[in-house]
């Protein structure tokens, strides 16, 4: 059987081997491994029991002598180390080590716990510790994923396979290295930059190679990099990773409505665009942003760059603001008044007047007194448009509030003018004029009034 030579040459140099709680790992074999190989050295009389302790016989002995172990190093592979954990040699990784392999992403990555005495807790042992026959090894694949340009998985993988060693070592050793390096790393998967490296990412990394890509991401000749990271952070970095993810947090915790608007600079709405779009931190800040906000690549920037950049980022946090209070300042208009106060003194006026719903409602809005002034206009602005907040409006919900508050003022306007509270000044004409403007359509009166509330 395959690894018996490796149990009877343990056997023989601890006859109390099988009490040990490291012997999987000592034997580096499975737990059912272990089992079938005692099992089958018992019965075949290789090794004998006595008082709790195993020797071997003398045909035990002997098949040591004819099956030598054979060391995993070879002159084809003189950079292949020697490994004990047998699993790890196999071409096709085995269920057991898959799932090992996962729980040591989630320990490296997730930060959780390592059970002792588990096949993952053997893995780091074997591979990680820094007496591992695989030091030198992982510091080359290191080297490898940090040589400054964007390299594919599946290239990293190729070289070092040429070494004689297996997918699964790679695997493990290129986790730790991911582990160590994940803030200063770029990850694609398919062209796509992911934010976060996790097991369920490293994962995939292992089985679809073909679509990855890993780039480092620091870039120690571009000193403005650092005056870009303290816009949106109190540390100053020249790491793109970290700068892109302060940059895609703030674009994600922007509002809807300025999240789609189109009411922006040109800049703004560029750089808002590029953003959004960016599938590489490495270019969208080596090139799509300078382009977008000074039409050079980053090398070539100055503080006019900085400033353009400053700006950008200040439009987008007000937006939103800028928008309600536009919206605010427009209702103002439409019903001809200057505050608050004044407009509910108009309205309570001719509240026994009031008898259309929308009107009605508009009323209760207008006068409520505790709301202030952001949370009133956002009331009024949701009931006019009867949808969501302002926040999360388009630029179509915007012109929508315009035309339906200009219908409500005319309206307004029009109960103001029959209860005389109006100011207007009315004419010997003016009955005259009502009874021709009631024989009007519809549609033809709300023309006429609307021309006279905008004149």
Known sequence: MEHLNKLLKNVEKESTIFKNP????????????????????????????EKKEFFLTQKGKEYIAQNPIKSWCSPEFPKRPEINLEYLKLEKMPPILTKA??????????????????TESFLVRELLAENSTCKDLKNEIEQYVLQGKKIKLTDLFEHFQSYGLTKSIIGILLLDVLAHNKNILAIYEKLQFQLK?????????????????????IMEELPILENISKVLSKEKTNNILDITKSLIYFIRELDKYTLHTERLSKKTLRFRNVIMNAKDPISLFYRDIPKVLS???????????????????????NATNAMVDEINQFFFDSFNTKSREELSQRFEKVQEFIGEKELKILFNNVVEKEAD??????????FINKS??????????????????????????????????????ISKNFDK??????????????VILYKIVNA
């Open 388 to 425: 969501r907040v302002p926040k999360d409006w388009s630029d179509e919900d915007v012109a929508d509030f315009k035309v339906k508050v200009k219908d409500l003022a005319i309206k307004f306007y029009t109960i103001e003018a029959t209860v005389g509270t109006t100011n207007l000044g």
């Open 22 to 49: 490291d012997l999987n790992f000592i034997l580096g074999l499975t737990n059912t491994q272990t089992k079938d190989l005692k099992k089958f050295a018992i019965q075949n009389e290789l090794i004998y029991e």
């Open 101 to 118: 392999i996962r729980c040591l992403a989630r320990h490296l990555l997730e930060n959780e716990d390592l059970k002792e005495n588990s």
């Open 197 to 217: 490296l996790n097991q369920l990412m490293f994962d995939r990394m292992i089985f679809c190679p073909q679509n990855f890509e890993i780039q480092k991401t």
């Open 295 to 317: 039409g050079k690549l980053l090398p070539e920037c100055d503080e006019e760059f900085l400033k353009n950049y400053k700006s950008a980022i200040k439009e987008l946090k």
């Open 433 to 446: 004029i009502i009874k021709q403007l009631l024989e009007l359509s519809k549609a033809e009166q709300n």
């Open 373 to 382: 002034n952001t949370l009133w206009i956002n009331r009024i602005a949701t």
